[in-house]
């Protein structure tokens, strides 16, 4: 153990021993352990979550700027990074609450793992390789880095200093807030907002708080020793032309049997299928989309010992141009099940999808026939990819299904509530808007009695609020305005989030809630 350890401390970057640094890293690990156990609101993002955010962006912007990160692909990212920060902040669907949180911290654990990494290739970037060993748990490295902190007597001077300085502050600073806090009112507010801790005693998080700063000061100690010369991808083995022109040959006549059996939807502007028009939209386009993808990863397969064969090159446009084929399909599907039941955030991004995966396809035969390499087709694909998420969580997809829907509703009648008090705060100002034009009484048989009844809540946390919805005559029936203001989002998860709370304040939600919210009736 203890010889594994020292092998991992000769290991760190030089640069660490910068004092600065250091103690930047051990400032921001510390404030992210304090945020993200303490402070941080949960379940949902709010103003906590965004520092911590920054925090973790704060070294590796400062590195960039000094010029000192290796991947030069790295800074690049850093702008997506922080669009993805304000979407956070803004939107309030599912898709940026719950799992955007989740792939900005893979991201950012992927850039510091490839940060000191010299890449030829941007997708290189988003492939991480551990070129020192991680045994011991990383105890080595830690150890070094903070004993680089304290290796001279200056230092150790230094240190004793600032803590016996610590000793007699802090009292003091404890002395005078608890007296501040008491003589006025304004000042103890903004303290108790401003600081609101949810501390557990249990064991669990007397262990877990440390082990906290530890892994990301590891993090931050590991990813920026991780130096490693990243080889450009060759041309693998080449592939035996019989196996694959059988697989390839056998694939392209059966997907050809199956889009001629397409072209009379494809062609027919007025197509009417035989049995349940709905049903027939819908099945197909989220198999054809997987038969999509699984295209593209063998496009890909093949395209890495791919040697310029004339047969392969054939046989792939052929596989390629009659999935696109498949994906107009699917497409065409997609438009006629929503002009029928409406559009949903899952219809809207497996459509987004749909067309991605038809891009790269595309691509993919332009490749073939300009001869480009294979790097420069990952690198297309990958860009393509990160721009191509970023722009759809930077859209507001609730308020995109709510006027779609209600634009469906003008002319037939029919309203999806339970789709409309399904969606987020982002809806709001669509239903508000079209509220207005809205003139005349709807009828909502089950729907209508189940809003005016029904006390289950849409967010743990949130209360349904009725009292808007006026019930006539037999509660079949709606008037207009009440009717919309029973789907009114903020109605259900008004609860949600506290804006005058620092922890809880998000900028979105509680902008919309001020413009539109009940102070606005």
């Not at 941080?40 to 400062?62: N, S």
């Not at 999509?292 to 063998?298: D, R």
Request: aromatic residues 14%; proline residues 3%; glycine residues 4%.
């Amino acid at each position: 153990m203890e010889k594994t350890i020292h092998e991992e401390s000769n290991l760190l970057h030089p640069m660490l021993k910068d004092k600065k640094l250091a103690w930047l890293l051990i400032a921001i690990s510390a404030s992210v352990m304090i945020i993200d156990n303490f402070l941080k609101m949960h379940m949902y993002v709010g103003t906590w979550h965004i520092i911590m955010y920054l925090l973790f962006l704060t070294p590796l912007t400062y590195l960039i700027w000094k010029k000192k990160v290796q991947n030069s692909y790295t800074k690049w990212f850093l702008p997506i990074l922080v669009i993805m920060i304000v979407d956070m902040f803004y939107y309030n669907n599912d898709m940026v609450q719950a799992i955007l949180p989740v792939i900005f911290y893979l991201l950012v654990i992927i850039l510091y793992l490839t940060s000191m990494h010299k890449v030829h290739s941007f997708y290189q970037t988003l492939l991480p390789r551990m070129a020192l060993p991680f045994n011991g748990l990383g105890i080595g490295y830690i150890k070094d880095f903070l004993g680089s902190l304290v290796s001279k007597k200056e230092d150790k001077q230094l240190y004793t200093r600032i803590g016996i300085a610590l000793l007699i502050t802090l009292p003091f600073l404890g002395v005078f807030i608890a007296l501040l806090f008491e003589a006025d009112s304004n000042y103890s507010y903004l303290i108790k907002n401003l600081f609101r801790f949810d501390i557990s005693i249990e064991l669990s998080t007397l262990l877990t708080t440390p082990l906290y700063f530890f892994v990301y000061l590891l993090l931050f100690i590991y990813g920026l020793s991780n130096n490693k010369e990243r080889d450009v991808t060759q041309s693998g083995k080449k592939l035996d032309l019989l196996i694959v022109g059988i697989f390839l040959s056998m694939i392209n006549i059966l997907f050809l049997s199956f889009i001629a059996l397409q072209v009379p939807f494809l062609l027919s502007s007025d197509f009417t299928p035989k049995g349940n028009i709905a049903n027939f939209a819908r099945e197909g386009f989220f198999q054809l989309i997987m038969v999509m993808g699984l295209v593209v990863l063998i496009f890909l397969f093949i395209m890495r010992r791919f040697h310029d064969e004339k047969l392969l090159s054939f046989l792939l446009v052929g596989l390629l141009s009659q999935t696109i084929i498949m994906g107009i399909v699917s497409l065409k599907k997609m438009y006629l099940y929503q002009s029928i039941k409406g559009a949903t955030s899952l219809r809207y991004y497996v459509e987004w999808f749909d067309y991605y995966l038809i891009l790269v396809l595309a691509l993919g035969i332009f490749f073939l026939l300009r001869k480009y390499t294979f790097n420069k087709l990952l690198d297309v694909i990958s860009v393509l990819g990160v721009l191509a998420f970023t722009l759809i969580v930077s859209l507001n997809i609730n308020a995109m299904v709510a006027k779609h829907n209600i634009e469906r509703f003008k002319t037939s009648d029919m309203l999806d509530m339970r789709l409309l008090k399904s969606l987020s705060i982002d809806a709001l100002p669509a239903i508000r808007n079209y509220e207005k034009t809205l003139n005349r009484n709807l009828s909502y048989p089950e729907i209508a009695s189940e809003i005016y009844h029904s006390t289950k809540p849409l967010y743990p946390e949130a209360e349904m609020v009725i009292e808007y919805a006026e019930v006539v005559s037999d509660t079949t029936k709606l008037t207009t305005k009440p009717a919309i203001k029973a789907l009114i989002p903020w109605y259900q998860n008004q609860k949600r989030k506290d804006c005058t709370v620092f922890a809880s304040y998000h900028w979105g939600y509680c902008a919309i809630l001020k413009e539109y919210g009940p102070d606005n009736d």
